[in-house]
């Protein structure tokens, strides 16, 4: 069974940076992709970086300030998240697409970036 743990998130100031990373674990058969999803106060959960297939995409907001990242050798997906601005703050999802296994989603990391 497929298990995504997510670790990192919390508070910080406007400018600072956070790195948010997501285990897998458990029987792990090839990926399709990878990404992180970002749902705001009131907000639809919407994507912000993803990677697979030797492509990675940002959402616009996000260019420059975060980076994704997968490390297949420790089984891990991170998200650098630099130059944090209070519209960055929500909860933070990893989601993973196994080629056989479907969809899987982390548990949800709260980000709070303070003015």
């Known amino acids: 069974q497929v298990q995504l743990v997510q670790s990192g998130g919390g508070l910080v100031q406007a400018g600072g940076s956070l790195r948010l990373s997501c285990t897998i674990s458990?029987?792990?058969?090839?990926?399709?992709?990878v990404a992180w999803y970002r749902q705001g106060p009131g907000k639809q959960r919407d994507m912000v970086a993803s990677?697979?297939?030797?492509?990675?995409n940002y959402e616009n907001s996000v260019k420059g300030r975060f980076t994704i990242t997968l490390d297949l050798t420790k089984n891990t997906v991170s998200l650098q998240m630099n130059s944090l601005k209070p519209e960055d703050t929500g909860v933070y999802y990893c989601?993973?697409?196994?080629?056989?296994?479907?969809?899987?989603w982390g548990q949800g990391t709260q980000v709070t970036v303070s003015a």
């Open positions: 458990g029987t792990i058969s090839r990926l399709n992709g």
């Open positions: 989601k993973v697409d196994f080629r056989l296994l479907g969809a899987y």
């Open positions: 990677t697979g297939g030797g492509t990675t």
